[in-house]
């Protein structure tokens, strides 16, 4: 965790050994304790954050299988939560925005398309598991790392959309929103379904589910 922070400030000296610092940041994510499993998770999350975009287009091969192995088969909620954070770092880093608004976002959407079959297999489970449990920081973070995804590979996700608008749906008729927690998630959950339908706009093949689920949220409002 502390090499996490330590990146925060000396990205420019990291970069000139990168190998060694991915090394240290991985440190850790597979440890038999649970608190180091979540510290180190912490610290690359930290990490991918301070050194992008060039740790995700040099260590994808390495990072991106050993961060769906957590979110997959940690029992840990919690854990397999903070996974996700670390996913949505890494999937952030491979959109580079101007910070002057000049010239146009860069996007390197060829890398996670590499993995978008098991990654979005792994966020619907996630989100399965999320409502059964009742878990919402779980639900929250897989619709984060919804929203980075489809806005980074755009109209590739027309393929993934039929699969998450049932369960989109699923929590705003479950999650009542009685609680600030609550009232994020659905929050949360509407805001994922505006990403979602923004990715895929282009595409024909979905428009008839875009339909229904317009016309699904329209009587949610009403209610």
């Given at each position: ?191 994922s379904i ?8 282009e595409n ?20």
């Amino acid at each position: 965790m502390t090499f996490g922070l330590i990146a925060e400030s000396c990205r420019d000296y990291l970069k000139t050994d990168l190998d060694q610092a991915m090394q240290i940041a991985c440190n850790g994510v597979k440890d038999a304790h649970p608190r180091v499993r979540y510290a180190g998770l912490s610290c690359l999350a930290l990490v991918l954050t301070e050194l992008s975009p060039v740790a995700q287009t040099k260590f994808h091969q390495e990072l991106v299988p050993a961060l769906l192995s957590i979110i997959k088969e940690e029992k840990i909620l919690k854990i397999r939560t903070h996974a996700i954070s670390c996913m949505i770092n890494f999937t952030r880093g491979l959109i580079q925005e101007d910070e002057n608004e000049i010239n146009e976002t860069q996007k390197s959407s060829d890398i996670l398309n590499l993995y978008s079959d098991a990654l979005f297999e792994s966020l619907i489970t996630n989100l399965q598991s999320g409502i059964q449990e009742n878990y919402e920081p779980l639900q929250e973070e897989v619709l984060n790392l919804l929203n980075v995804s489809a806005t980074l590979i755009e109209e590739s996700f027309a393929k993934y959309f039929s699969s998450f608008m049932p369960l989109m749906i699923e929590i705003l008729d479950k999650v009542e929103g009685k609680t600030i927690q609550q009232m994020n998630l659905r929050a949360r959950t509407f805001e994922s379904i505006g990403f979602m339908i923004a990715a895929v706009s282009e595409n024909t093949e979905v428009a008839e589910t875009v339909k229904m689920v317009t016309q699904k949220l329209f009587e949610l409002m009403q209610t």
